[in-house]
């Protein structure tokens, strides 16, 4: 009689254990398994023997995890951040460049890992020129091209590119030789660094951190941008952060670096990112100041009512999920603050009305619940949270607009950072006419 089998999500949901503690037990040994194809098996016997042992094992993961020692370095670390702030508050009032092009500057960027164009609708609404652009995902592509052609004076050439390739690091130099670059933004994906040494690992992943430097190297533009999660700061003990910076350094950039939250910025939904500005012309680098506090923060109330009783209606991406009456019922009945799954604690989150939502990502295919319908958010919704406008469209399947809204800069915090990089542009220049 062949014996029966478990993945690790179901491992993970008969336990009520996280995913990643699980994959760690397999990853240790402390967890038997085997694998077929792409998938990881777990004979029966061998989970009960391991379940014998697991609530020890996941009281030593929790008090000597990587999840503890990061927010150690990532506290320590803010701390000791040189930060100079500026007020922003003024100019988020006033300058939205996204809605009247007549705000744009004449200060041009390049968004690389442009996803959607979260982080680019932001410096666009800050009152700079989107002027070049490199994404590998073709919805992601399509949805950039849809809404950024609208922009007056906009002439880039928007297409699927992955600049790992020399051709396309080669088009995207020589594209934009006939314009002024002075911003070079992106948020460089950090799952495969390792070090060896000094030297960051050629894996990959982390191979398009090299590919935006030598970008940067060779456009030579007064500004860079990298934004990144909160835990890069952590990763290899803060090694790969110093690296980053040093590596800047040695191209004449001066670079500044602390965690930012979309919610300081009037975006609907706490979102902590850490975010590097560099200048290589001796301007002082800003960060935007926050303006708001915990008790003046943006609800999902505040931004959900206008979509409370909408029928759905696919043209601006408010699609239903269609659930069970059972699913329903258990969304219903789902507490404030509660995962519907807890082994999935950062999704399928019911949050809270009269506060700002927890991270919308795109992960588990589970989305943000609804704290008062009884459904999981539409897109549009969950792009309301990440601060799109509401005539930014997304293109592509719900699965693929899901995809694209949950990896997506918040367009008010990229506002912000705009504004602050242009109010340091700005005072430099009076300093040198």
Request: hydrophobic share 35%.
């Amino acid at each position: 009689m062949k014996s029966k089998t478990l993945s690790i999500n179901e491992i993970a949901k008969l336990t009520n254990k996280s995913v990643k503690f699980v994959r760690r037990e397999v990853a240790s040994g402390n967890l038997k398994s085997s694998k077929k194809g792409n998938k990881i098996l777990i004979e029966e016997s061998d989970y009960l023997s391991w379940n014998k042992t697991k609530d020890k094992n996941y009281e030593e993961y929790l008090n000597s995890s990587d999840t503890t020692k990061s927010m150690k370095i990532n506290k320590d670390k803010k701390k000791n951040d040189i930060v100079n702030w500026i007020d922003i508050s003024k100019e988020m009032k006033e300058i939205d460049g996204w809605h009247n092009n007549k705000q744009i500057r004449d200060f041009n960027f390049i968004d690389l890992f442009t996803g959607a164009g979260g982080l680019s609708c932001g410096l666009t609404m800050a009152g700079m020129m989107p002027s070049g652009s490199a994404e590998i995902m073709e919805q992601a592509v399509e949805t950039y091209k849809y809404n950024f052609s609208k922009i007056k004076g906009f002439n880039e050439n928007v297409v699927v590119r992955d600049i790992k390739e020399e051709e396309v690091k080669n088009d995207i130099v020589e594209s934009t030789k006939d314009k002024h670059i002075h911003l070079i933004a992106g948020g460089f994906p950090c799952q495969g660094f390792s070090m060896a040494g000094n030297r960051i690992v050629a894996d990959p992943r982390n191979s398009l951190y090299l590919d935006m430097l030598e970008i940067v190297k060779r456009i030579k533009p007064e500004y860079i941008l990298m934004e990144n999660v909160e835990g890069l700061r952590s990763m290899m003990n803060g090694k790969i952060e110093e690296k980053i910076i040093s590596d800047y350094e040695r191209l004449g950039y001066k670079i500044n670096v602390t965690v930012l939250n979309s919610a300081d910025y009037g975006v609907a939904q706490v979102r902590r990112r850490v975010i590097f500005i560099g200048n290589r012309i001796g301007a002082k680098n800003y960060h935007p100041k926050p303006f708001l506090n915990e008790q003046e923060y943006v609800t999902v109330g505040d931004v959900l009512q206008k979509y409370l009783n909408m029928p759905e209606e696919k043209s601006i991406n408010h699609i239903f999920t269609k659930s069970s009456q059972k699913m329903q019922e258990k969304l219903k009945l789902l507490p404030v603050g509660s995962s519907l799954y807890g082994n999935y604690s950062d999704a399928w989150k019911k949050v809270d009305w009269n506060k700002p939502s927890c991270t919308v990502k795109e992960n588990h295919g589970g989305v943000n619940v609804h704290p008062i319908n009884n459904r999981v958010m539409t897109p549009r919704e969950l792009a309301t949270l990440q601060s799109f406008p509401d005539d930014f469209i997304f293109q592509g399947s719900k699965k693929w607009q899901l995809v694209q809204i949950g990896n997506a800069v918040p367009c008010l915090l990229g506002k912000a950072i705009g504004l602050a990089i242009l109010k340091s542009y700005d005072k430099w220049r009076k300093e040198n006419e």
